[in-house]
C-alpha cells in the first residue's frame, strides 16, 4: 500500500510543483494578513503615542513584543485551514474527469487513495507554513523572536502546526472525496471555515471575547496550536507551568488529529467507489 500512496503522492505534488499559481496565491494571502491586517488593526495603534500604555496592550497578547509576532501563528493556521478546505478540489477534478474511477480499476488499496490525499495536502500546507513564517521574519517590523529561540523550539512550533493540518487534511480530504462536484464542495467549505477561524484566537486573544464566545475558542483546536506556537515563538525557553500548558496543548490536538483520522477514514471507504 505504501508504494502506491507515494506514487499517487508524487503525482499530486508534482502537478503542484509544475503549476506556480497554486502556490503563489497562498504566499499573498500570508503578505496581506501580515503586513495589512497585522498593521492597520495593530492594537497599540489605538494608544496615543507618548503615554507608555501601548506596551501594555501588548502584554494581553501574551507579551508579545509586536501585533505581528502574535499574530504570525495565527496567519499560518489561517494558511492551514483554507489550503486544506479548497485542497481537495483536485480531488474532485479527478473524479469528475475520470482518472478516480480508472485507479479504482486498478489493483491499489482504497485507504492508499485516501492517504495520498491526506499526505498531499499536508505536505503543500507545510511549505506555504513556512514560508509564512519566513514572510513574517522579513517584512518591517514584523515577528521579532526572543534572543533563546533555536532549532528546537522552531521543530516544536511546526509540530504543533502538523498536528493540526493532520486532523484537518484527514476530514476535508474525506468531504472531497465524497461531494459530487467543485460547487458543493465550495459551498460547504465557505460555510465550514470562516466561522472556525473566526471563533478562535487566530487575531484577537480570547479574553477579549463574550463569555459564550470564549468558551467555544477554548476548545476549538486552532486555539490549542495558536497557543501551543505563541508560547515558543514569544518566549523561546518556557518555565515549567508553560511547559505543561504545551504539553497539554499537543496532547489535545493529538486526540483531534486521532478523532478526525477516525471519522474521514469511515467516511472516505463509503465515498471511494466506481462510478
Known amino acids: 500500500m505504501l508504494t502506491e500512496m507515494f506514487a499517487l503522492t508524487f503525482r499530486a505534488l508534482l502537478k503542484w510543483v509544475r503549476n506556480p499559481a497554486s502556490i503563489v496565491p497562498g504566499l499573498f494571502t500570508s503578505l496581506f494578513y501580515l503586513v495589512l491586517f497585522g498593521n492597520s488593526f495593530n492594537p497599540a495603534n489605538l494608544i496615543p503615542s507618548g503615554t507608555g500604555q501601548g506596551s501594555a496592550v501588548l502584554q494581553a497578547f501574551g507579551g508579545a513584543p509586536t501585533y505581528i509576532t502574535y499574530l504570525t501563528s495565527g496567519v499560518i493556521c489561517i494558511i492551514l485551514v483554507f489550503n486544506m478546505a479548497f485542497g481537495g478540489i483536485d480531488l474532485v477534478l479527478d473524479r469528475q474527469l475520470g482518472y478516480l474511477n480508472s485507479i479504482l480499476t486498478a489493483p491499489i488499496p482504497r485507504a492508499a487513495i485516501y492517504l495520498s490525499g491526506v499526505a498531499q495536502n499536508l505536505i503543500k500546507v507545510f511549505v506555504l507554513a513556512v514560508l509564512t513564517f519566513i514572510v513574517a521574519l522579513v517584512i518591517p517590523n514584523g515577528l521579532k523572536l526572543p534572543s533563546s529561540f533555536n532549532a528546537l523550539d522552531f521543530i516544536g512550533i511546526f509540530g504543533a502546526f502538523t498536528l493540526l493540518g493532520l486532523g484537518l487534511s484527514f476530514i476535508f480530504t474525506a468531504l472531497a472525496l465524497s461531494v459530487r462536484s467543485?460547487?458543493?464542495?465550495?459551498?460547504?467549505?465557505?460555510?465550514?471555515?470562516?466561522?472556525?477561524?473566526f471563533m478562535s484566537n487566530a487575531f484577537f486573544p480570547p479574553s477579549s471575547f463574550p463569555d459564550w464566545l470564549r468558551a467555544i475558542a477554548n476548545v476549538n483546536p486552532i486555539t490549542k496550536a495558536n497557543e501551543a506556537a505563541r508560547l515558543l515563538l514569544i518566549n523561546g525557553s518556557l518555565t515549567s507551568s508553560q511547559w505543561a500548558t504545551y504539553g497539554w496543548d499537543m496532547v489535545y490536538l493529538v486526540g483531534f488529529a486521532a478523532l478526525l483520522g477516525t471519522l474521514g477514514t469511515f467516511a472516505a471507504r463509503r465515498a471511494i467507489r466506481p462510478e
Do not use: H
Open 182 to 197: 467543485i460547487d458543493s464542495l465550495v459551498a460547504i467549505v465557505n460555510f465550514l471555515t470562516l466561522p472556525v477561524t
